[in-house]
């Protein structure tokens, strides 16, 4: 398959022994500086998806269609592997189904599946979690979902900031007997969460949202944490960099007296002008 590649690269990421941080993307330019930069794999969120396709917080508004299609702009503009944070999968078991159909036809390389309640309950201001069985239910459905074997399934729980490490120790557990290719954690707060998740598990483990303590890469290595996320700080710098160049201009500032813009060069290489050109040449009869 013409994915297969980059879910290859992800593969190798989880199976190997070594802790990476992935970059952050959301968009076709993203991806391509993530790339660019060396990025051995990209992380697509949820909240980042929210905020590129609809402007809107965090609170699943998006569509499966949405995420899909701006996944599908991402693999079209670079062979950089994505892991897609794919929520709570867009409703029950069968709708995790489609949404694993979706996501590999758009290129992801691997994606996520959570066990939050989503949307949010009505009167309920507490994130809650599904049941266990209902979890272990859309996990078997993800995986039913996929036809390509190498497209990389991961269980997601955020039990320990919710419940219980002790929840989410049963829920990952479960997750990992019913096949998924690896276990993602959010609310781990200490050492000695992350030290009793990885005993009790033997797939490898993606963290999120981790304190300052969990981050030696050489120690979460150690713990079978194969990716650790950093947050998404390219957005929230992009929306910083278009907020102060708006402003200025709308105060009267000159364009040419605007700092903080991409140079010629940079925004050459981010939309690849020089293949671009080479294709008219050779297309088109253009000259280079």
């Known amino acids: 398959m013409a994915f297969r590649s980059r879910r290859e690269k992800l593969r190798l990421i989880l199976s190997g022994s070594a802790c990476i941080h992935p970059g952050s993307v959301?968009?076709?330019?993203?991806?391509r500086i993530a790339e660019d930069l060396g990025f051995p794999l990209g992380m697509f969120g949820g909240s980042v998806a929210s905020l590129a396709v609809l402007g809107d917080p965090d609170v699943t508004l998006i569509t499966l269609t949405e995420l899909a299609e701006q996944m599908r702009r991402m693999s079209r503009a670079a062979v950089l592997p994505v892991l897609v944070d794919a929520d709570h999968g867009y409703g029950n078991a069968l709708n995790v189904r489609r949404t694993v159909q979706e996501l590999e036809t758009a290129g992801a390389a691997g994606l996520t599946i959570e066990d939050t309640l989503l949307p949010a309950a009505?009167?309920?201001?507490?994130?809650?979690?599904?049941?266990?069985e209902e979890g272990v239910g859309k996990m078997k459905a993800a995986l039913d979902g996929r036809s390509d074997p190498s497209l990389v399934i991961m269980g997601r729980t955020g039990a320990a900031s919710i419940t219980s490490i002790e929840d989410a120790i049963r829920r990952a557990q479960a997750y990992e007997a019913s096949g998924v290719d690896a276990l993602f954690f959010t609310g781990i707060k200490s050492r000695a969460e992350l030290e009793a998740v990885a005993a009790a598990t033997r797939l490898p483990i993606v963290l999120g949202g981790a304190p300052e303590e969990l981050s030696a890469l050489d120690y979460l290595a150690s713990q079978r944490?194969?990716?650790?996320?950093?947050?998404?700080?390219?957005?929230?710098?992009?929306?910083q960099a278009v907020y102060e160049t708006q402003k200025a201009l709308r105060e009267g500032a000159a364009p040419k007296a605007l700092r903080g813009l991409a140079s010629s060069d940079l925004t050459n290489r981010v939309v690849?002008?020089?293949?671009?050109?080479?294709?008219?040449a050779d297309f088109l009869g253009l000259k280079k």
């Open 26 to 31: 959301y968009d076709a330019i993203s991806i």
């Open 272 to 280: 690849r002008e020089a293949d671009v050109k080479a294709r008219g």
């Open 122 to 132: 009505f009167g309920e201001a507490k994130t809650q979690l599904i049941s266990l």
């Open 225 to 239: 944490v194969r990716i650790a996320l950093q947050g998404h700080a390219p957005i929230a710098a992009a929306t």
